[in-house]
Nanobody, 120 residues
Framework: VQLQASGGGLVQAGGSLRLSCAAS????????MGWYRQAPGKQRELVAT???????NYADSVKGRFTISRDNAKNTVYLQMNSLKPEDTAVYYC???????????????WGKGTQVTVSS
């Protein structure tokens, strides 16, 4: 199983970006999917998560600006980021809890990360 993230880049403050993360490989089911970020010198932190049923959870710092969504048919999770601020600059990682086969336990997978840089 692999998670491939894309959509990062350089944007001015106030701008928008949309991140995508597609899961591929042997997949029986995907439970929660999410986005985390890590800024230089800081610990990785949760940005947003979404359950298979569509329930969402956001970090206080991004509420009202970021929207997480998923396409279960495509095994893909998205992060729409609006009103970006310089403090949003970080490497963004996608994450998913995946069951490869019905008889196997759910395991956590991480994507390699995509850089988001917001200039002031």
């Amino acid at each position: 199983v692999q998670l491939q993230a894309s959509g990062g880049g350089l944007v001015q403050a106030g701008g928008s970006l949309r991140l995508s993360c597609a899961a591929s490989g042997s997949i029986f089911s995907i439970a929660d999917m999410g986005w985390y970020r890590q800024a230089p010198g800081k610990q990785r932190e949760l940005v947003a998560t979404i359950t298979s049923g569509g329930n969402t959870n956001y970090a206080d710092s991004v509420k009202g600006r970021f929207t997480i969504s998923r396409d279960n048919a495509k095994n893909t999770v998205y992060l729409q980021m609006n009103s970006l601020k310089p403090e949003d600059t970080a490497v963004y990682y996608c994450n998913a809890r995946i069951q490869e086969l019905f008889c196997k336990p759910v395991m956590v997978y991480w994507g390699k990360g995509t850089q988001v840089t917001v200039s002031s």
